[in-house]
């Protein structure tokens, strides 16, 4: 790996920053980290975020993306909900593990958001990438559905929608917003151990 051509990169994405992707950037981070813990912050940090990407992959035409983003707000007001309001005979919605049947609803809605995506992008916009773009949007689809549920799983597709997104945004060049989807692949993994230590706790209570 030709790791001064990452630098010179990563250099470039400073330099051709704007202030509004450095706010995205910011409550990406923040938001990621509040999920990690657990905090209710998480939701408020990944509005803030979510509105400006809308903009940003509207100008970049990343359309799936950009249309993930807006339902990314709208899971953000059902998790914010959901999360604040658990069952009676609980303190807190507790972090747990999906049984098969959250599995196959979780396959399902990768299955048919996927070519849906793949279909709309190819026929109806001018996206170069509607492969690529569609495949991180249905699996960040899935995760944010899982997040807002407290399933450990959500990470997972966390995990597989940044990995995918890094080269995609390098390519489209943001570079910055490639190296904090760099940075969130780690922040997911350490956030997938950090619930299955948390889902196991729940479970002992």
Not at 127 to 140: H, R
Request: proline content about 3%.
């Amino acid at each position: 790996m030709d790791f001064q051509f990452l630098l010179d990169g990563f250099a470039q994405g400073i330099q051709n920053m704007t202030w509004l992707e450095a706010v995205a950037v910011f409550f990406g981070i923040a938001s990621v980290f509040y999920s990690m813990r657990e905090h209710i912050w998480v939701y408020p940090t990944g509005i803030v975020s979510t509105l400006i990407y809308v903009w940003i992959c509207f100008e970049y035409k990343l359309y799936a993306d950009m249309g993930i983003n807006a339902y990314y707000f709208a899971m953000s007001i059902y998790g914010w909900y959901v999360w604040t309001h658990p069952k009676e005979n609980q303190d807190v919605l507790p972090v747990t593990w999906l049984d098969g049947k959250g599995w196959l609803i979780s396959a399902a809605l990768f299955a048919v958001s996927y070519p849906t995506l793949v279909f709309v992008l190819s026929k109806f916009t001018d996206s170069d990438v509607p492969y690529w773009d569609s495949f991180t949007t249905a699996s960040a689809f899935v995760g944010m559905w899982l997040m807002a549920k407290k399933k450990v799983e959500n990470w997972i597709f966390w995990i597989i929608t940044d990995l995918v997104s890094v080269p995609l945004y390098f390519y489209k060049g943001l570079v910055l917003t490639s190296f904090q989807f760099l940075f969130f692949t780690v922040l997911a993994t350490i956030g997938l151990f950090a619930w299955i230590k948390s889902a196991k706790t729940y479970a002992k209570a």
